[in-house]
């Protein structure tokens, strides 16, 4: 038995957020994973991310595959439902809830070796598909859950805690979920909140598929000289782009930094991202020079971190599908039943 | 002695894939059904694409037979390909039709059959000069030849014309006069009509000619899903593409255009299940149509959906294998693989339909099954009936009826609880209770794992724990069984020791095979099961009977392995017939193999119905 209830102790000083949620409500059970894991990190951004939206926890649906990473979901909105579901099939169980209902907000959760192997054929066409949804790969390079073999992200050349090369080539998401037509690609990493928080915060808001990769170092397999997703390496090699804030459209937008350092993207739903350029060539509208960009910068040996492409006015799957605006799980025989009269209608013609 | 016969007859095109000879074909076996005589076609179709042969068979049978006969009384040969072969397949005495333009080289016809030899691209050449409309009108010139040979009623054959190019009047015109030159051409050559001939009965009553898949796409639109994802494959692409024509039509707001339906074509059949249980986690009907390799695939879920427990339905039109096996040829070799599909224990309902108005009927129930039991519902078709248009019962639907949501509940019903229990099983029928996502701002929710679970969907592998989740899952079969339809059971005349079990698509050459051996004095029970777990009336069935014919389309006799391993029967007492070459089962195949067996299984006199 590893389910660790958490205590519910609301402490009455703890700040509260515009719908009166304090972030307990946004926590659920202990994470049973190893302490120091990046992974748990994340869980912490994602529960910063949706207390500082102000989002009503029960309105998540949390989706995963199997790993290390995929068990998070136990980790952090305790009152929302979860679906732990096969491993590398997060993106269609996902699909198909979104097509279901589209008032939820969907969270993706998945290991490396969950989207990039097993999985990768169900991630590529979630991207194509643009399906609304916040997609995180927590990315460590290795399998963790099954004690470290490489996963498909892992670099040539990098090496395994026993020592082992790995001799294939490494699958960068980021670049595939550009090519593949995401319309919000980031990459960060499990130990910069800073960055990430924001990141998931834009990432929710986004309208289509938002891929976010965040670097997230394996405490027990992966974080070892040799490694090029280890902590150490990650910090050393770690290039930002650019740094995030949000705002929502029923805000006042405003912005405190010097024209030239800041871009603006408006999104769908109001909201704006204000992007403050650390790189001055950087311009997260244009997919072409993003890709460009990650390239570059791969070949240097940096780990390019930040939103690097987002389309202001994206579609999402249900516009693709001309969906009705209800949820369709919603709809009932009125609205789905030609009924007898039809049917009577049918049988004529086929006589 | 050329063949005689009214009414009860078969009669094959042979053609050329692509020659747009199908609605041709079509148009002349609703003809005869207009006349009020039973008609069963099939497609044969090898798995090829433009160019290669096809045949299209009419079986017409006034008493009504439906499943195939075998044998060809009436070939029209139009592929030259497959003319040598096409001709030694006619029965004894029967007639073949072929285009006479070119003449045959000497010895290829036999002298036992009547040939009509129809100069059809002659006359199309010599009234078109479009090469399209050469060839489209020389089907329906041999429609017109067929219509005098065989006596049709030209009446009906023109107004289905009509009804078939409404809207499109310019065409009317044309296709009448083709008609007419190959009606005219006959009258003028040959001895109208032959000594096969259709004479209007009234046979049909109010019966409509179908496609199964059409007819499941129609029973999914009413049965109220709103999600399917597919990945094509063959036999089953209809059925989905029937689906997203139906909601075409019935399923957008007239006023913005809006659909209420979404379907994906998904990147495959993984993919296809895992959007259909995502969407039944979340409260949508959801549905995929699939084959045999597709069912292979979806494996893992389907024991995710079992032991978390989502609605989902399956369509499964079942060809032939193992692995690509015929793609084209019908068979019913899943029912193994979809009763006990994924790893572990797992065991599925499976509904079983016999033609078209049962998988419109079933395909709308699997929708309320799935969701009152929380499993997946497979509903096994197969070629046969998913690709051949069958005369059945008219499609109905009960206005009053309401859908079957099963236990779900509501934000309102979550407050008036003290607990929720995901996997409780709180009415003693073994189905809990579930909560949509977004039900509930902190009651409800819950999380739904493939690994082992406590009744509160806690992770837990504490043994007692696990073994109760998995006796509760084997109860729910139990509250299925009073769900599912019921077995037909058909007695035979007088009492017999013999019965026989089928289902599918085996039904008419079933019926029709008892009928042969009743008058060879076999008398024989029948029970067609429609659903698996199997109803108590299936093991009083076999109880009642010293031996039971197990009679299905594979080579293991898969239907008998579930009788042995669910009813737990001494195996000796089920006789396997098996029919597995990919053609349809045929009554005279069925009253062979049983009549044999009944002659050697040498059973004692009945005593026990005499006493
Ligand atoms: C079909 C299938 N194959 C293999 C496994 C075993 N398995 C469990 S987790 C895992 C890899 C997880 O790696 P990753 O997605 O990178 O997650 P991490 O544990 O590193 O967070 C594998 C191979 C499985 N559960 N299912
Ligand atoms: S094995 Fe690695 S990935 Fe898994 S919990 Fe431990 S540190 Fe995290």
Redesign the interface.
């Known amino acids: 038995?590893?389910?660790l209830a958490k205590p519910k102790f609301h402490h009455p000083s703890l700040p509260k957020n515009a719908l009166g949620y304090t972030r307990r409500d946004y926590e659920a059970s202990t994470s049973t994973l190893c302490a120091g894991c990046g992974h748990d990190s994340i869980s912490a951004a994602i529960i910063e991310a949706c207390f500082e939206l102000s989002i009503?926890?029960?309105?998540v649906?949390k989706?995963s595959g199997i790993g290390c990473s995929s068990k998070t979901?136990?980790y952090f909105l305790?009152?929302?439902?979860?679906?732990?579901?096969?491993h590398g099939?997060m993106?269609?169980?996902?699909?198909?809830?979104?097509?279901?209902?589209r008032?939820?907000i969907y969270l993706g959760v998945s290991g490396d070796g969950d989207s990039a192997s097993i999985g990768f054929?169900?991630f590529?066409?979630a991207m194509r598909?643009g399906v609304n949804m916040t997609y995180i790969v927590e990315n460590n390079g290795v399998y963790g859950l099954t004690k470290g073999q490489f996963s498909a992200t892992a670099d040539r050349g990098s090496k395994s805690k026993k020592g082992a090369v790995n001799t294939d080539s490494a699958i960068d998401l980021v670049a595939m979920a550009l090519q593949l037509g995401a319309t919000f690609v980031a990459r960060s990493f499990s130990g910069d909140k800073k960055q990430l928080v924001p990141l998931i915060k834009a990432a929710i808001e986004h309208r289509g598929s938002a891929f976010i990769d965040v670097i997230s170092p394996c405490i027990a397999f992966n974080n070892h000289p040799g490694s090029t997703k280890s902590l150490d390496y990650v910090r050393a090699h770690n290039e930002a782009v650019n740094r995030l804030d949000i705002m929502t459209g029923r805000e006042p937008i405003f912005v405190d930094y010097a024209p030239g350092e800041v871009v603006s993207v408006r999104q769908h739903d109001g909201s704006v991202l204000s992007l403050r350029k650390l790189n001055d060539d950087y311009d997260p509208t244009d997919r072409l020079a993003a890709m460009n960009f990650l390239q570059r910068h791969a070949a240097q040996g940096q780990i390019v971190t930040g939103l690097l492409y987002v389309a202001a006015e994206a579609a999402d799957?249900?516009d693709h599908?001309?969906?009705?605006?209800v949820p369709?799980?919603?709809?009932?025989?009125a609205?789905?039943?030609?009924?007898?009269a039809?049917?009577?209608a049918?049988?004529a013609g086929?006589? | 002695m050329p063949l005689n016969a009214v009414n009860d007859f078969v009669i094959r095109f042979a053609n050329v894939n692509g020659s747009g000879s199908a609605s041709a074909n079509e148009l002349f076996a609703r003809a005869i059904?207009?006349m009020g005589v039973p008609v069963a076609p099939r497609n044969v179709f090898p798995s090829n694409i433009q160019g290669l042969p096809t045949w299209y068979e009419i079986r017409v049978s006034e008493e009504g037979r439906l499943g195939a006969r075998g044998g060809t009384d009436f070939m029209v040969a139009m592929n030259p390909q497959t003319f040598n072969a096409d001709v030694i397949s006619i029965e004894p005495d029967g007639y073949l039709m072929y285009d006479s333009t070119r003449t045959l080289p000497p010895g290829q016809l036999r002298s036992d059959i009547t040939v009509i030899g129809m100069p059809l691209t002659a006359i199309c050449n010599a009234h078109y000069s479009d090469p399209r409309q050469r060839q489209l009108f020389k089907n329906i010139i041999c429609i017109g030849a067929l219509s005098a040979l065989l006596d049709l009623d030209f009446a009906e054959v023109e107004k289905l014309i009509g009804e078939q190019y409404r809207g499109k009047d310019k065409l009317i015109e044309p296709n009448i006069t083709a008609l007419h030159l190959g009606r005219d051409y006959a009258r003028a050559h040959f001895a109208c009509p032959l000594g096969l001939r259709v004479r209007r009965a009234d046979k049909?009553g109010?019966?409509?000619?179908?496609e199964g898949n059409a007819a499941a796409a129609?029973g999914a639109?009413?049965g109220?899903a709103?999600?399917c994802?597919w990945y094509p494959i063959t036999p089953s692409s209809s059925l989905a593409e029937g689906f997203a024509r139906f909601c075409r039509r019935?399923?957008h707001?007239p006023a913005?255009?809006?659909?209420?339906?979404?379907?994906?074509q998904?990147?495959?059949e993984?993919?296809?299940?895992?959007?259909?249980?995502?969407?039944?986690?979340?409260?949508?009907r959801?549905f995929t149509a699939t084959s045999g390799p597709g069912i292979s695939l979806m494996q893992?879920?389907f024991g995710?959906a079992y032991f978390a427990e989502i609605p989902a339905v399956i369509f499964d039109v079942q060809r032939a294998g193992p692995s690509t096996g015929m793609p084209t040829r019908t068979q019913q070799c899943d029912l193994i693989s979809c009763a006990y599909a994924s790893h572990g224990d797992t065991k599925h309902v499976l509904l079983l339909p016999e033609d078209a108005t049962e998988a419109f009927e079933f395909g709308a129930d699997a929708f309320d099954l799935a969701d009152r039991l929380q499993t997946p519902v497979f509903v096994l078709l197969d070629l046969d009936i998913g690709m051949n248009q069958r005369l059945c019962r008219?499609?109905?639907?009960?206005?009053a009826?309401?859908?079957d949501r099963g236990k779900v509940l509501t934000a309102a019903d979550l407050d008036r609880i003290k607990e929720f229990g995901r996997y409780t099983d709180v009415d003693g029928d073994a189905i809990p209770y579930r909560?949509?996502?977004?039900?509930?701002?902190?009651k409800g929710?819950?999380?739904?794992?493939?690994?082992s679970h406590d009744a509160r969907a806690?992770?837990?592998?504490?043994g007692a724990t696990y073994v109760e989740g998995m006796q509760r899952l084997l109860r729910k079969q139990e509250t299925a069984k009073k769900l599912l339809p019921r077995p037909v059971r058909r007695a035979a005349a007088a009492p017999t020791r013999f019965g026989a079990i089928y289902y599918g698509s085996t039904s008419p050459a079933m019926t029709e095979a008892a009928e042969i051996l009743a008058r060879r004095g076999h008398g024989l029970d029948l029970m067609r099961v429609r659903a698996f777990p199997f109803h108590q009336d299936v093991a009083s069935f076999i109880a009642d009977h010293d031996f039971v014919f197990v009679v299905e389309q594979n080579r293991d006799g898969q239907l008998r392995m579930l009788l042995v391993n669910e009813i737990g029967i001494d195996p000796v007492r089920l006789v396997p017939v098996l029919h597995y070459d990919g053609a349809s089962i045929t009554a005279r195949f069925i009253a062979n193999a049983i009549g044999g067996s009944i002659d050697t299984l040498q059973v004692a006199p009945l005593r026990k119905a005499l006493s």
């Open positions: 038995m590893t389910y009503e926890p029960h309105r649906a989706i979901p136990d305790g009152a929302s439902h979860g679906f732990n579901s096969v099939r993106p269609s169980v996902l699909t198909g809830a979104n097509l279901a209902n008032d939820l054929g169900q590529a066409h598909r799957l249900h599908c001309n969906t009705v605006a369709l799980n919603r709809l009932g025989e609205e789905l039943c030609p009924g007898s039809a049917l009577d049918i049988n086929l006589r | 059904m207009r049909v109010d019966r409509i000619l179908i129609l639109v009413y109220g709103t999600v994802a019935f399923r707001d913005s255009g809006e659909a209420r339906y979404a379907i994906v998904a990147e495959d993984i993919a296809s299940i895992g959007m259909v249980i995502g969407a039944g986690w979340n409260g949508a959801a893992e879920f995710f008219p499609l109905q639907w009960d206005d009826r309401r859908y909560t949509y996502p977004g039900t509930h701002p902190n929710a819950f999380f739904t794992r493939g690994t806690r992770y837990s592998e504490n």
